[in-house]
Structure formats: C-alpha cells, structure tokens
C-alpha cells in the first residue's frame, strides 16, 4: 500500500486520503494545541510558508494520547491552531498514534522508521517524519528536534544534489 492511499479525515470533517500531496516531501506531525512544544506550530507554519511553492507541505494529525494534551473536538483545534499559531498548513481529524487503535498511516510511518533502540511508538507530541518525493521515510524527528533545526535537513530533500 502506498503512503498515499491511506485514508484520512481532514480536521473539518471531509474523508480523503494522501493522494494530493503526491510528489511533494511532507512533514507529517503528531500535534498537540496544549503541549508544552505547541510554540513549535509558528515554526511549523514558517517552514510551510517558506517552502511549499517548492512542493512541500506539513500534514499536521493531532492526538490527546500524551497526558490529554489535546482539545475535545476538531472544530475547537482547528480554531486554536488558526488563532493562536496561524496556522494555515493542512490539518487533519484527531486520532491515536500508539496502541491498537493506531491510526493505519502511523503504524506504516513508525514500521518503516522505528524511533531510537528500533522503539516503534511514538513518544510525545511532535514527533516528526520527513518523506521525500518518492515517498520514502528520509528521517525521523524526535518532539524536541525544532522546526528550525530540522530545516537543513527538509533543503537536501527539496533540492538534492545530482
């Protein structure tokens, strides 16, 4: 199955899957609006603004998995997220990232990139993963690993050298 085929729900609601972000590197983030590394979003939003008319996005999932760190209903992160961060990359439906109820894309996301000591879990809000055109997993970024010192490594994916 492809990255691209897994089906996600947008944060208002729609049904659709990665099919549109196809050929382009993705940030894909497990965010949180009431995390103490929320500031992180400006930065977030300052690499999506920089970079996606070079084909980049960040996909943002949200998830209350890490000390209820998350808002009750979409509606509500959305509207955090917009007025408190400016936000304006995509963002999609609440979900889990760990355990049985795994969301399907981030168990395909921490198979192919296991975390430190081959650890699969994800383990706070803001873990990162960086994927190329060709849809593979470049890294893994740990939730301390800033927008701002992940940003060399999102350039050599945009602009590999020949």
């Known amino acids: 199955m492809s990255l691209y085929d897994y ?8 049904n659709t899957t990665l099919s549109p972000y196809k050929g382009q590197v993705l940030l894909i983030v497990n965010t949180a609006t009431k995390c ?13 603004q920089e970079y996606r008319d070079q084909g980049f996005s960040v996909l943002g999932f949200p998830s209350d998995q890490f000390l209820n760190q998350e808002l009750a209903e979409d509606s509500e992160i959305a509207q955090a997220c917009e007025i408190n961060h400016g936000v304006t990359f995509p963002l999609f439906a609440k ?68």
């Open 36 to 48: 103490g590394l929320a500031p992180q979003f400006k930065g977030l939003e300052k690499l999506y």
């Open 95 to 162: 979900i889990d990232v760990n355990g049985s109820d795994a969301h399907p894309l981030f168990k395909y996301l921490t198979e192919q990139a296991p975390g430190l000591f081959g650890s699969r879990a994800i383990k706070w809000n803001f873990t990162k993963f960086l994927i190329d055109r060709e849809e593979r997993i470049v890294h893994r970024f740990a939730p301390k690993d800033t927008p701002a010192k992940i940003e060399s490594s999102l350039l050599k994916v945009l602009s590999p050298s020949r």
């Open 7 to 14: 089906e996600v729900k947008t944060i208002r609601g729609e």
